[in-house]
Every structure is written in structure tokens, then in C-alpha cells.
């Protein structure tokens, strides 16, 4: 269950993260940053802390070229440990310019189960050679068909801090598409307009507010599913919000340094 919670999580800023065909300009993503979240789950009709999220980047040289790393990791808090241990981690690298992504990673630890996944991108073969290792499977390939601009879950997130949503016009939609769980989805985003958030100690801070859904469209959308962006430069995702079917998650920015 909670392995589908911080999934769906992530997955809720996925897809807003590119806006059409061509490769984005980044300027906002660079080496050094870090953000830490705090994720809560409604539990008996109260939210409760249950883990934290951290996001961080760095640089790493190949024999070739100099890429971005992009890490994302999930833990449960101690106190919660005994009844379900999570220990999650999400890596892309990417070219720094664009953020398409040559690598991905997922491991993922949650109470007994295991679980590696990785996507190697061929972009001239347009395909993306997904190799998964768990119980029962063991270095099990896949090749997923892909364009120039498919992404992964964590390139997607990193991503949508550098559209141009001043541009954007209420009601606008985007779609992506990302390649989750060795196959190609489709994102949807709609452009919802500005909304002040609190922002832990950094207090209110004006965002964009998005909202998502998974298909070509939002109409199967239910409970709402939404992220909040910070409306400056830094383009920090200040703010998740979904219902899911076993109640509701959040996923808030507690603290920051680029």
C-alpha cells in the first residue's frame, strides 16, 4: 500500500513537465541543490507525517560527457518503521541543457518486498531497454518504445520548473509522455492559474497551481489530484495534493538550499 502511495505521489508531478515535441531550455535545475519534503498520509481521519522525501543533484562525469544526476529518496520515520519499513530510491541522469534523460534507476524496499528497475535510453533506436530485477525475475528485459523527448518519472519532476507557465493562459493543457513501469503513458496537465501556499518557515509564496491526470485527458481524474510550484526563480514544487483510494496524501517543501 505505501509503496503505491509514494508512487502515486511522485507520479502526480510527472507530467508537467514538458509543454510539446522540442526539448526545454533548462535554467533553473543545476548542481548542489537540495529539497527536503515531508509526506503525509490521512490516517483515521488525521493527517500524519509518515516519511520523508529528499531531492537532490549533483554532476557526474562519463568517459565522454558531463551529465546531471537527479535523486529522489523515500523513508519512512523510525516510529513507523516496525510497521512498515519504506526505503525508496528514484535516480535519473540527464543531459544538464535539456534533462532528457540517459539512465534511470529505481530500488525500492517496502516492508519484505524488493524491487530494481532500470531504463537504459537509446534515443537514435528509440527505444528504452527496461531491465527488472525481483522475486521471481531476475535481469528480465523489456524493450519500450520511445520518442526523443520521452522521460522517466524523475527527469519529469525535475522538468516542469522550467516551462514558461507566465506564458500559460488559465485552462491550458499539456500532455507527456513517460515511461512508467517498463511502458509509455500519457500526462495530462491543466493549467489551473496562481495560488499563495505556505511554505513551512519560508512562509507564503505566490505558485502556479496544476492540476493532473493520467491518459490523454482529466476526465478521469477523481478527488483531485494537484502540485503547486513556486512563481520565481528558484521553481521549487512547494506542494502535492491527491485523493487516492485508500484516502488522501500530501507531499509539502519543509526546507531547501541551491
Do not use: H
Not at 526505503?87 to 524488493?114: A, C, M, Q, W
Request: overall charge positive; charged content about 25%.
Amino acid at each position: 500500500m505505501f509503496q503505491k502511495i509514494l508512487y502515486i505521489s511522485l507520479f502526480i508531478g510527472v507530467g508537467l513537465f514538458s509543454t510539446s515535441s522540442t526539448s526545454v531550455e533548462n535554467k533553473y535545475i543545476k548542481s548542489g541543490e537540495n529539497l527536503t519534503f515531508t509526506a503525509s498520509f490521512n490516517v483515521s481521519g488525521i493527517m500524519t507525517d509518515v516519511a520523508e522525501v529528499k531531492m537532490q543533484t549533483s554532476t557526474v562525469k562519463t568517459k565522454t560527457r558531463e551529465l546531471l544526476r537527479l535523486k529522489c529518496t523515500a523513508s519512512t520515520y523510525a516510529k513507523f518503521d516496525s510497521y512498515f519499513r519504506v526505503r525508496d530510491l528514484y535516480e535519473s541522469y540527464v543531459n544538464p541543457e535539456t534533462l532528457i534523460p540517459s539512465l534511470f534507476k529505481r530500488n525500492i524496499e517496502e516492508g519484505t518486498y524488493k524491487k530494481e528497475l532500470k531504463y537504459l535510453f537509446k534515443r537514435k533506436s528509440k527505444v528504452a531497454i527496461s531491465t527488472l530485477n525481483k522475486k521471481g525475475r531476475v535481469n528480465f528485459k523489456t524493450n519500450v518504445p520511445i520518442d526523443y523527448n520521452t522521460m522517466d518519472i524523475v527527469s519529469a519532476i525535475y522538468s516542469i520548473r522550467t516551462l514558461d507557465f507566465e506564458s500559460f493562459n488559465i485552462g491550458k493543457r499539456v500532455t507527456k509522455q513517460l515511461v512508467v513501469d517498463s511502458k509509455v503513458e500519457t500526462v495530462t496537465v491543466k493549467y489551473l492559474g496562481k495560488e499563495d501556499i505556505k511554505v513551512g518557515k519560508y512562509g507564503t509564496k505566490t505558485c502556479y497551481k496544476l492540476s493532473v491526470g493520467v491518459g490523454a485527458g482529466l476526465k478521469n481524474v477523481k478527488g483531485g489530484k494537484y502540485i503547486w510550484i513556486t512563481a520565481d526563480n528558484d521553481r521549487l514544487p512547494a506542494l502535492i495534493k491527491a485523493s487516492v483510494p485508500v484516502g488522501n496524501i500530501q507531499i509539502r517543501l519543509t526546507n531547501y538550499n541551491k
